[in-house]
């Protein structure tokens, strides 16, 4: 790669937030497991890509989807959700379903 390329990476990487995902243990919300989650770096304000991450990181590490897992992603605007994205350096909660 030249160093032109190499420097907009960079930049773009400087934008990213960490984001830890929770997911629950019942159909919707609260419980959540208690299993230690991963941080995933994501784009800022992306809780939708955080969830993919960490759904590709699940099946890369367990060798299976996970059971909360469907292809199309969709976020919602309240606590009803599968997973739970929370941003590390804004705490905004994400939710995904």
């Not at 960079?10 to 299993?35: C, M, N, Q, W």
């Amino acid at each position: 790669m030249k160093a032109k390329y190499i420097k907009k990476l960079r930049k773009k990487i400087e934008k990213y937030h960490p984001f830890v995902i929770h997911t629950a243990i019942y159909l919707f919300g609260d419980p959540y497991s208690e299993e230690e989650e991963p941080i995933i770096y994501a784009l800022p304000g992306d809780g939708v890509d955080a969830v993919r991450k960490y759904c590709r990181w699940y099946k890369r590490k367990n060798k299976k989807y996970h059971p909360n897992y469907s292809k199309c992603l969709d976020s919602t605007t309240c606590n009803n959700g599968y997973f739970e994205a929370i941003d590390l350096e804004t705490g905004f909660k994400h939710y995904v379903w």
